[in-house]
């Protein structure tokens, strides 16, 4: 989650002429209380029963701070098919017709771009090329690849619009959560454990929390997962 400094109560506490940068304190306020919400219905069981989470706040020498969230289910409640992705994940423009809010929080904050031929100023291009993956393919439904992870479902005939002078489909997609979309932030599924970006460099403020909840060492199989925690 990355905090938006369009949030209302960001707005509602500048004075006329001012912008979130003038007031980094309310910025940090108003992040910390969000993310307390999030973090409350995470642990309350909005994905399932979560047995601990990792998280680290970042306040880099740019742009505004944001949180890297790492959570690990219970078991029973673990991602293992494509049909549970399509639940938790989506990488598709929501219907303006029926879904007018989201479809503006999509197309405002969750695409990625514009990039490729025609922007090679953009600063995903590394060496003329992209370096972020996208445009990711089109997929008719969510299907996993051979490395465990999965690509979502991206219709070829969906939804598309311009700004900027960019036509932006599905491809173009930042994966996110309707729900949690529509209140803080994206989401994407991992089945491993992959925390560079919860242990950056010495150039970053951070705070690493570690949840455990009681009997957790039985609900934890993976070797690595295992040796991920002792370091922790």
Known sequence: MTANPNWEEIQSALLPGQTASDH????????EQKKKALLKEIMNGLFGNCVAK???NEFQ??????????????????????NHVDTTVSAKIPNHNTHPILYDVVTTVMMHGPCGD?????????????SNQYPKPFNPETLYGEDGYPRYGRL?????????GFTYDNRWVVSYNLYLSARYVNI????????????????????????????????????STKNLI???
């Open 24 to 31: 980094l304190d309310i910025v940090a306020q108003v992040f």
């Open 61 to 82: 020498k740019r742009g505004l701070p944001h949180i890297h969230i790492l959570i690990f289910f219970h078991s029973l409640d673990k991602i293992c098919d494509a």
């Open 188 to 223: 994407s599924y991992s089945n491993q454990v992959l925390s560079s970006n919860l242990n950056l460099g010495i150039d970053v403020t951070s705070k690493l929390r570690f949840v455990l909840l009681s009997n957790i060492s039985s609900t934890f199989t993976n070797t």
């Open 118 to 130: 025609h922007f090679p100023n953009a600063h995903c291009m590394v060496n003329g090329r992209y």
């Open 230 to 232: 002792k370091q922790l």
């Open 156 to 164: 070829e005939n969906g939804p598309i619009f311009t700004k900027a």
């Open 54 to 56: 990792v998280d680290t």
